[in-house]
């Protein structure tokens, strides 16, 4: 039997350790990497090319929103279970955005995360039972709607990390390092965000992440 191959991301040595035991014992699972932070996530992601990645989402470093969003650039066969004790309609719909396929809460059985990570494998969604039935459904069919961009909308997807990684305290020479670009061309970014978005501010830029709900004050301080 081919086994799923799993790479397990939390800054918690506690969680890494319980996940590693409990998806090991499953004849159909191997626990093949551990990363506790964003940016080992993102390198062992590379490296191990792992099938399906459990990770949380506020891990310090590079937040699990952008790892996932790397990843899927840089390893697109790689399926993402957010694990977190965050419930909030608006995180799972960000998670889900940004390209993951499962979310699952810390406070669920643990029948959740390994139904998760089965049905990842697969190519299909999963919530944790303690999550809203229908926060997919209405996720999809936001995707399918095509309103006039305004905003945060009006940035590339590579304008909408940046931004992302901006808001979380970012340096120009940090943020070029993890995406793997110049300092000049981020600064580019940056100055088109700006324009864009009418806002010359780092400040401005975080209450105005915080209102559209793109950086929450509970989801950056894990």
């Not at 506790?36 to 937040?63: F, H």
């Not at 300092?183 to 401005?204: C, F, Q, Y």
């Amino acid at each position: 039997m081919k086994k799923i191959r799993i790479l397990i991301a939390d800054d918690h040595a506690i969680i890494r350790e319980g996940l590693r035991q409990l998806l090991n014992v499953q004849a159909d699972m191997e626990v093949v990497g551990e990363a506790e932070d964003g940016c080992r996530a993102l390198e062992m992601a590379k490296s191990n090319r792992p099938d399906v990645i459990v990770l949380d989402i506020g891990m310090p470093g590079l937040s699990g929103l952008d790892v996932i969003s790397l990843i899927r650039e840089t390893v697109p066969s790689a399926r993402m279970v957010v694990l977190s004790m965050h419930a909030k309609e608006s995180y799972v719909h960000q998670a889900l955005a940004s390209g993951a396929i499962g979310y699952v809460l810390k406070a669920s059985p643990s029948t959740d995360i390994i139904e998760a990570i089965r049905a990842a494998y697969r190519g299909e969604y999963f919530l944790s039972s303690k999550i809203r039935a229908d926060v997919i459904g209405s996720y999809v069919r936001s995707r399918e709607k095509t309103p006039a961009p305004k905003g945060y909308e009006l940035l590339t997807e590579r304008e909408q990390q940046v931004f992302r990684l901006v808001v979380e305290g970012n340096s120009t020479a940090r943020i070029a390092d993890i995406l793997c670009v110049s300092a000049k061309t981020v600064e580019k970014h940056r100055t088109s965000i700006m324009n864009k978005l009418g806002i010359h501010d780092r400040l401005e830029l975080l209450k105005y992440a915080i209102k559209i709900g793109v950086a929450d004050p509970d989801l950056w301080e894990g």
